[in-house]
């Protein structure tokens, strides 16, 4: 079935750049999204992109997608305390002909000053 | 702001009891998706409506219910409730009924059974 895996927690200093990981698993085409979801709140769409993409880059935000294999990254530059959150990649199910997203565990980010 | 409202925002119940979480979409929106999040599970997918009818069906319980009224709004009923059903439960809206349209996500109903 349809699996989508992230690493669990990455720490950071304030000023670098994060890379955050994920692998999925759907072989056909698919869109995939991150989200941030920060202590209490809901999950907020950051980007996503879809399967016959490379790259697609917004801001501070590089999405980087090898289709090899099956793997995904978030790069975000010049990391600031305030990106402290959980960060996951979702896939949508079955190519995306159905509209339910697929998570990962999500990885913690932790900015140190 | 995502422009998906989730109320109530917390909840807090006895095991055997039932509850109602509702949502309103984003304007515009069809689809409406409902999906859990607990720290052993994840985020898991339950069901989606679309233009008042069901799509979907994840992993949700034969005690649990939702509908999509005609003006939009979802609700989702939980009975029979037990101590695994703590749990954040999201709410997200999308345009169209497939996974090529971003969902946008409310801030949640924390629901806690005593």
């Known amino acids: 079935g349809e699996d989508v895996e992230q690493s669990l927690f990455l720490s950071v200093r304030e000023g670098d750049s994060s890379v955050i990981n994920c692998t999925y698993t759907?072989?056909?085409?698919?869109?995939l999204y991150w989200y941030k979801q920060e202590p209490g709140a809901g999950l907020q769409l950051l980007t996503y992109?879809?399967?016959?993409?490379d790259m697609k880059q917004d801001q501070r935000l590089t999405v980087l997608l090898n289709k090899k294999d099956k793997h995904l990254s978030l790069r975000i530059a010049d990391t600031q305390t305030g990106d402290s959150a959980i960060y996951f990649c979702a896939e949508s199910g079955y190519g995306g002909s159905q509209g339910n997203l697929i998570f990962g565990k999500g990885t913690k980010l932790s900015v140190k000053p | 702001d995502s422009g998906v409202t989730q109320t109530p925002k917390h909840l807090i119940t006895a095991t055997g009891q039932r509850v109602t979480l509702r949502c309103s979409p984003r304007?515009?929106?069809?689809?409406v998706y409902w999906y859990q999040q607990s720290l052993d599970q994840g985020l898991q997918f339950l069901i989606q409506y679309y233009n008042g009818e069901e799509r979907a069906k994840g992993n949700i319980l034969e005690r649990f219910s939702a509908q999509q009224f005609p003006d939009l709004h979802s609700e989702l009923n939980l009975s029979s409730l037990e101590l695994g059903d703590s749990a954040l439960y999201f709410c997200a809206s999308s345009v169209g009924p497939r996974g090529n349209q971003p969902q946008h996500f409310g801030d949640g109903t924390r629901l806690s059974i005593l």
């Open positions: 992109i879809f399967s016959n993409m």
């Open positions: 304007s515009g929106d069809l689809s």
């Open positions: 759907d072989s056909s085409s698919t869109y």
